[in-house]
């Protein structure tokens, strides 16, 4: 499965428009809360928030983000049915047994566990997706050269180095080209391909160490990374929008933790057990 | 050791070839990991926690490779820099699974720190493995609420960690690195020393 990636030229939504930077920046305090928190209202809340404000903000349609979310959704479900038969604890032991399966028991402590746990990595993903459909590889990168203050030699060094990404499959190609030349049967099954991992992957990294250098050379030719600093073609600012985003999304977060909190769901965080 | 400690802080010091073969090694490893990372998750669904063994030393591999080949200090954890920039737009777990990945790389630079870089064999990379893969668990273990599990089951975490990390990564990454050594594309590292002696 693979994430379409979306086009910045496009209109874009909101988030597009963002700073990658300050999208960052506003799911991170939450996504810390989460990774704490026990109980399982606290993720399902963000579920909701992260996934509405993800479509409704950014205009993503709605068949699309399920579709990315939906095996997410399938391992959140996987921690409800496993969790029960591996806690352990002297909290698990007293709880009231729902149903009894020969020496298997599912205990109500055991499912509270996995549904929060199954809950929690629901929320974290919702929330990382918020930033992942949104943002593209390379104005992330730029932002953290021009916003964070990444030294610009790593940033642009993998910039360079993505580039390498869609000549893999034509490197691919060759060296099963290569292959059959020499004989080697040409077939699908699932042995063959274990097969190919096997003997793919040296040339393969050598194509890519190869390409690394003969790179890094015209780089080198061009005098990249002889001067501290540097200009940019794109530049990437934090505009008022930015600033407004990330006070809303902290203000909102606050405020469904605060009310969480008064009506009690909020359980004790992972630290202060 | 101040001289030490300019080679751990500057990138200035890295030549561009060393970034840009650190960055191949982690991006193209990174994409043809992604198959692993979704794999791991159907895995884990099925198998429960003790599933992830199986196949987390894999996503340490392409840090102890880079840090193998270029023997520079900081070489995994930038590594793990550059294949989370491939992870985080491309899969859904993004930024949860980015984080654990940085924090393994350093976890897998702390045996080689001890000896300061100077020593690269079967041994330091096995160790440099386990402790990456022990460092990833410990990061992962609360937000996956491992310690309500049975005990049983934590200690098969731990251990099965720890060997998935010293064996998928460590073993594995100085065996591919060594045969890439043999091809002669390395020249320029001191690896192919270690190969041909």
Known sequence: MRVELPDQGDKGGVLQRLNPVSKLLAITPVMGLLMLVTDPYTPLAFVVIGALVTVVLDGISLVRYLRVAAPLVALAASFVFIYPFVVSGPSGTTSEILVSLGPLRVREAGLWVGAATGLRILALSVLSLLFVLTTETESFLRALVQTLSVPYKIGYSAMAAFRFAPMLQSDIERVRAAHTVRGVPDNNGLRDRLYRVRSYAIPLFVNTIRRAERTALAMDARAFGVFDDRTHYHTQSVGWRDVGFVILFWTVSAALVGTLWQLDALGTLTILR | ?197
Not at chain 2, 24 to 34: K, M, N, R, S, T
Not at chain 2, 123 to 151: N, V
Not at chain 2, 157 to 166: C, D, F, K, R, Y
């Open chain 2, 1 to 197: 050791m101040a001289e030490f400690g300019n080679q751990l802080m500057g990138v200035k010091n890295w030549e561009t070839r060393d970034l840009l073969v650190v960055a191949a090694l982690g991006i193209v490893p990174g994409l043809a990991l992604l198959p692993v990372v979704f794999a791991g998750f159907t895995i884990r669904a099925a198998l429960g926690p003790l599933g992830t063994v199986l196949n987390s030393g894999l996503f340490y591999l392409p840090g102890l490779m880079a840090l193998y080949i270029v023997r520079k200090p900081g070489a995994s954890i930038l590594n793990g820099i550059f294949v989370s920039l491939v992870w985080i737009p491309l899969t859904p777990f993004g930024l949860a699974v980015a984080i654990p990945s940085v924090i393994a790389r350093i976890g897998s630079e702390i045996p080689f720190l001890f000896t300061r870089y100077r020593r690269y064999d079967s041994g330091m990379m096995a160790a440099s493995g386990a402790s990456a893969g022990l460092l990833a668990l410990g990061a992962i273990y609360i937000p996956s609420s491992f310690q309500t599990l049975a005990i049983p089951v934590q200690v098969g975490l731990i251990v099965g960690h720890g060997l998935s990390g010293a064996l998928l990564s460590g073993l594995l990454g100085k065996l591919l690195a060594d045969k890439l050594a043999d091809t002669g594309v390395l020249s320029a590292y001191s690896v192919v020393d270690d190969v041909e002696a």
